[in-house]
């Protein structure tokens, strides 16, 4: 048996307009789940959504919960967030044109009191803002 992941499902329709036509065209191309094949493999599917389960469902006590935990693991240093970049406020459209090019290897961070260092274009890669983690290193101007 194998796992099949969906995450983002907002990234299935790219492009700047999302209309009905790129749904339509997305949809197509998604592959097709045939429930009785699944029956006969022993095979089953599973969602989940935190909005549905925070808001819908109000279960803000179980993500409470599960944040305090996870703080508590970042405390004791057993487990360690990758960061692409930091941006300041000003840099948003930068940023997240950034995120939208799929160029981000980790989290992009927006920081409030960081000011904007200089002109940057979604192509930069701000070597000055990746994690001190040794897990990744920033990429070279070949990979840009």
């Given at each position: 048996?194998?796992?099949?992941?969906?995450?983002?499902?907002?990234?299935?329709?790219?492009?700047?307009?999302?209309?009905?036509?790129?749904?339509?065209?997305?949809?197509?191309?998604?592959?097709?789940?045939?429930?009785?094949?699944?029956?006969?493999?022993?095979?089953?599917?599973?969602?989940?959504?935190?909005?549905?389960?925070?808001?819908?469902?109000?279960?803000?006590?179980?993500?409470?919960?599960?944040?305090?935990?996870?703080?508590?693991?970042?405390?004791?240093?057993?487990?360690?967030?990758?960061?692409?970049?930091?941006?300041?406020?000003?840099?948003?459209?930068?940023?997240?044109?950034?995120m939208h090019d799929h160029k981000n290897i980790g989290k992009?961070?927006?920081?409030?009191?960081?000011?904007?260092?200089?002109?940057?274009?979604?192509?930069?890669?701000?070597?000055?803002?990746?994690?001190?983690s040794s897990d990744i290193s920033p990429p070279t101007s070949?990979?840009?």
């Open positions: 048996m194998g796992k099949y992941v969906l995450y983002g499902s907002s990234n299935i329709v790219t492009g700047e307009t999302r209309s009905f036509l790129s749904y339509a065209k997305s949809w197509w191309q998604v592959d097709k789940i045939n429930p009785i094949k699944l029956y006969e493999e022993n095979k089953s599917i599973a969602g989940f959504n935190l909005l549905n389960l925070v808001f819908e469902q109000g279960r803000h006590d179980l993500l409470s919960h599960v944040m305090a935990e996870l703080i508590q693991m970042y405390n004791q240093n057993k487990i360690k967030p990758i960061i692409d970049s930091t941006w300041a406020f000003e840099e948003i459209t930068d940023a997240m044109q950034r992009i961070i927006l920081n409030p009191n960081q000011e904007r260092r200089r002109q940057s274009c979604h192509n930069d890669i701000r070597r000055d803002s990746y994690s001190q070949s990979e840009k």
